[in-house]
């Protein structure tokens, strides 16, 4: 009996019938690296680990001014020597600590390598109280004419206070680890996010670094002397309370990053490995046949040297412009960090619409327009501060794009050597301009000095575009 067409429709509906479940828009930007779980472990991480670098060098100013520097003495000399010790481990130990790295297991090395700085900041007051009143005789015979009288110095021995040398010796030791910490930091940030998401990442970890040079600097001193306030109401020194401060940033940011999953596999960093130094020459051997990397690498390297110079330029541009003192030149730097921290916003969150090569090639330009700009306003408040903003939002488009084509193109057994490599040649750039940019200033003037930077700045844009050339 045929059977009816009413009685055989199914109340069921296809699924062809069903309208589309709408898909969700990848999410672009800072947002999209912030909705990965392990990549805000390491950003969190890095914030409070950041503030602590930043902060160290406040201490190790308080400490020498409380401690060592004398009546109507200048604090230069006690600073410089600070600042050597914590440049030297960078340029001696920066390529051998990238090898190490990728032999370690990353979260391993920033988490131990944050536990040991904080240990050994919470052992300074002590040891600077068991060395109080001690002295050290230094022989200076063997000094040139010439730097004895820099120095101010006649006598061929003097008495270096034994606490001022436990300083340099904890700076030096807290600096060798630093350059164990920034390999594995940027070898991590390969390991737990997309490469589609590079860019992203970099920009905010760049801008949280410009953020914290800002802040730890701004805040500081008045967050020591809190802490010292607070110590002095529970029977502490101000000392320990002062070094309380960096101590805990590290220890905090190393029980957070313990929480860090990189999904490292045990057997690859167990694995026989050459002699170290054979790894170093493979780093090399590497960025010598990829001209992609090496010529991102040596841009950065520009990048920073122009920077350095810029450190040291600022002081005397301070003294030329009318109203502002040669102590306030750290407010010319932060505009420049301002406005880095502005260029890797942009980035993060519109940079992915733009090829690497394209807006490292702007970003050159812009840093040129920028540097002809301060050679021409250095007497003028106004135009130095809009120029050094300009300067660091376009540093941003080089150095952002610059670092996700090293972390995007390396393989992941050579990141670790070739991040160390990169460690290396950045801090051997930031310190040769520290000392050849007063001479040159000295000899030839500002303008003429920010002219041969924005050479520079073009040379790294000849190159950008030989990297867009490759692709």
């Known amino acids: 009996m045929p059977v009816s067409n009413s009685e055989t429709t199914s109340t069921t509906e296809s699924p062809m019938d069903r309208p589309p479940i709408p898909k969700k828009s990848p999410r672009q930007g800072f947002a999209a690296v912030l909705d990965n779980p392990r990549f805000l472990i390491l950003w969190v991480g890095q914030v409070f680990s950041q503030l602590a670098d930043k902060i160290y060098l406040v201490l190790m100013i308080a400490l020498i001014a ?44 920033l988490v131990i390598s944050n536990l040991i700085r904080a240990a050994f900041v919470f052992i300074i007051p002590p040891l600077l109280w068991l060395c109080q009143d001690d002295k050290v005789a230094i022989t200076v015979a063997w000094l040139p004419d010439w730097l004895r009288r820099w120095q101010h110095q006649t006598q061929d021995v003097f008495f270096l206070p034994l606490g001022f040398l436990v300083l340099l010796v904890m700076t030096f030791i807290d600096s060798t680890i630093t350059q164990f910490f920034a390999p594995a930091e940027q070898a991590t940030i390969s390991l737990i996010v997309k490469r589609r998401h590079l860019l992203s990442a970099n920009s905010l970890f760049t801008t949280t670094m410009m953020a914290m040079t800002i802040i730890g600097f701004a805040i500081g001193e008045p967050l020591l002397e809190l802490a010292a306030n ?188 070739v991040f160390g490599l990169q460690n290396n040649a950045v801090n051997i750039a930031l310190s040769l301009p520290l000392a050849l940019a007063g001479i040159a200033e000295t000899l030839v003037g500002l303008p003429p000095v920010f002219l041969g930077l924005a050479v520079m700045a073009i040379a790294g844009g000849v190159l950008t575009w030989f990297i867009g050339l490759q692709e």
Do not use: C
């Open 230 to 417: 607070m110590a002095n109401t529970i029977n502490l020194s101000w000392e320990e309370g002062k070094a309380s401060v960096v101590g805990f940033s590290y220890l905090i940011a190393g029980l957070i990053l313990s929480f860090l999953r990189t999904g490292e596999k045990r057997e690859h960093y167990e694995k026989e490995r050459p002699h170290a130094f054979d790894d170093i020459k493979d780093g090399i051997s590497y960025l010598s046949n990829n001209h992609r990397v090496r010529n991102a690498l040596i841009q950065l390297v520009i990048l920073f040297s122009i920077f350095a110079a810029l450190s040291v330029l600022a002081v005397r541009m301070a003294e030329t412009i009318p109203g502002m003192k040669a102590e306030q030149f750290g407010f010319l730097l932060a505009t420049g960090g301002l406005g880095m921290a502005f260029g890797a916003a942009i980035l993060g969150n519109w940079g992915q619409r733009f090829r690497n090569n394209q807006l490292g090639l702007w970003g050159s330009i812009g840093m040129a327009v920028s540097l002809v700009g301060l050679s021409l306003g250095t007497s003028s408040l106004w135009i130095t501060l809009l120029m050094t903003t300009f300067l660091g939002l376009f540093a941003a488009f080089v150095g952002v794009p610059m670092q996700t084509i090293i972390q995007s193109e390396t393989p992941v057994d050579m990141r670790g050597k």
């Open 66 to 109: 409380g401690n060592f520097q004398g009546e109507n003495q200048p604090i230069s000399g006690w600073v410089s020597a600070i600042m050597i010790a914590f440049t030297i481990p960078a340029v001696l130990f920066g390529s051998l600590a990238g090898v190490y790295v990728d032999r370690w297991s990353k979260k391993g090395v």
